[in-house]
């Protein structure tokens, strides 16, 4: 029997977590008269100062209190707008400026349809933690309006007693910056954001940026990679999807200020569910992947970024894999082996958690496997937006137990703790 033990938190969507974005008015009138930009800074340097303030109130009354330094992030999308119009500002107001900024942004509630799959790893900062404790930081799938799915952060805290605690989340949330020049120039290939200076991870928010992106940074399996040179970096694999296409992409950071978006190239980067092993073996970078949709296969490259074929590793076997399988975030380094948390998918499309042992030199070869799930759909881990899932994106080893995130149902996100050794025991 598996020694488990389920935590009662719950993450759940939350609409009342809101971001200032953009709003980006792009439609243009027919011929040659202004376009609705235009028009709209026109009608607002045409108020008399009077209205323009009244004007002005009525909207700090409403956002102010809901949003850090909302009057500078006004001022700041003005200067973008009159960027993008030419504009010269050095007769127009504060007061003017901060209401045209505030016509062309907009709450966007990053969170309100789901908060799911989440992957974690420990804390770059470990100064003050007591004997058995680790601080860690979870990466999380958030869904907003228009079904779009962006990277939300929680940091927190656990112990060798099943204990967990997170952090508060800051009463503001902030997006992370591009910081692009022009506005109208969407940006391809590699970018960078930048989170806030005055932001907490766990307040930071990274939207889509590139038109690769523009439907969804989906399932950021994150892990701490030690490179050869024994340098630190956090490198997290991704889905970017832009409604018609998908390929994965690479989030890296040293620092966890600027977050470099690296799309990934290769027939094995044109499919989903990657994980990055954490160090090289055997002097290659090597991933595991999902890409014919069914079978977990395993791959090797002397480039991060660039994935070619791959060997297939781990096909479904037992009854609540049949339908199909992938990964469950970055193998775990044990004396024993890597550890894999793998998914199935059985009878009713109902998911489960399995896990499965590679060899430590030479991960090609599938040392064990759990013939039943660690985890499974049940219960009140069945209903949600889709029910009969749980899903985790990556987990961590603390001690002598694994601690696992996971989705359910794709709708909210729970915790577990469970001993390695009682996984390794019922494997076969």
Excluded at 213 to 230: K, M, P
Excluded at 381 to 396: L, M, S
Aim: aromatic share 8%; hydrophobic share 40%.
């Amino acid at each position: 029997m598996l020694d488990l033990f389920t935590h009662s938190l719950r993450l759940k969507a939350d609409p009342s977590r809101v971001v200032v974005r953009p709003f980006h008015i792009a439609w243009t009138t027919n011929g040659t008269a202004p376009s609705r930009t235009e028009r709209l800074v026109t009608e607002v340097l045409d108020m008399s100062p009077a209205q323009a303030r009244a004007e002005l109130e009525i909207v700090l009354k409403d956002f102010e209190a809901r949003h850090w330094q909302t009057r500078r992030v006004f001022m700041t999308r003005y200067d973008e707008i009159e960027a993008q119009l030419g504009l010269d500002g050095s007769e127009i107001g504060d007061e003017k400026r901060q209401l045209i900024g505030a016509y062309f942004c907009h709450e966007y509630s990053y969170a309100a349809a789901a908060l799911m799959n989440p992957s974690a790893v420990p804390h770059y900062d470990q100064s003050g933690m007591p004997k058995g404790s680790l601080r860690i930081l979870m990466s999380l799938r958030a869904v907003g309006e228009g079904h779009i799915s962006s990277v939300a952060f929680r940091e927190g805290i656990i112990t060798d007693h099943n204990e967990l605690t997170l952090a508060p989340e800051p009463p503001f949330a902030t997006a992370a910056d591009a910081r692009e020049e022009d506005e109208d120039q969407i940006p391809e290939g590699p970018v960078t954001v930048y989170r806030h200076r005055d932001s907490t991870l766990s307040g930071t928010v990274i939207f889509p940026i590139t038109k690769a992106q523009s439907n969804g940074l989906e399932d950021l399996r994150i892990c701490h990679f030690t490179h050869e040179d024994g340098s630190d970096e956090w490198i997290g694999t991704y889905t970017a999807y832009n409604g018609s296409v998908i390929q994965s992409e690479l989030l890296r950071t040293r620092d966890w200020r600027s977050f470099d978006l690296v799309p990934m190239t290769g027939s094995a980067a044109r499919n989903k569910g990657m994980a990055l092993f954490p160090r090289k073996v055997d002097g290659r970078y090597m991933m595991l992947g999902r890409q014919d949709g069914e079978n977990i296969f395993l791959h090797s490259s002397d480039t991060i970024t660039h994935w070619e074929g791959g060997d297939l590793l781990i096909k479904p076997q037992f009854p609540w894999e049949l339908v199909q399988m992938g990964n469950c975030g970055p193998p775990i380094e044990l004396d024993e082996g890597w550890l894999v948390l793998t998914h199935g998918v059985g009878a009713m499309r109902k998911y489960s958690i399995g896990a499965a042992l590679l060899d430590k030199h030479d991960p090609s070869k599938v040392l064990a496997r759990s013939p039943q799930p660690l985890l499974a759909a049940a219960d009140q881990d069945r209903e949600g937006y889709v029910p009969n899932v749980v899903y985790t994106c990556g987990a961590i080893r603390h001690r002598d137990k694994l601690f696992i995130p996971y989705g359910v149902a794709d709708s909210s996100v729970a915790f577990a703790f469970v001993p390695i050794s009682s996984i390794l025991e019922q494997m076969a």
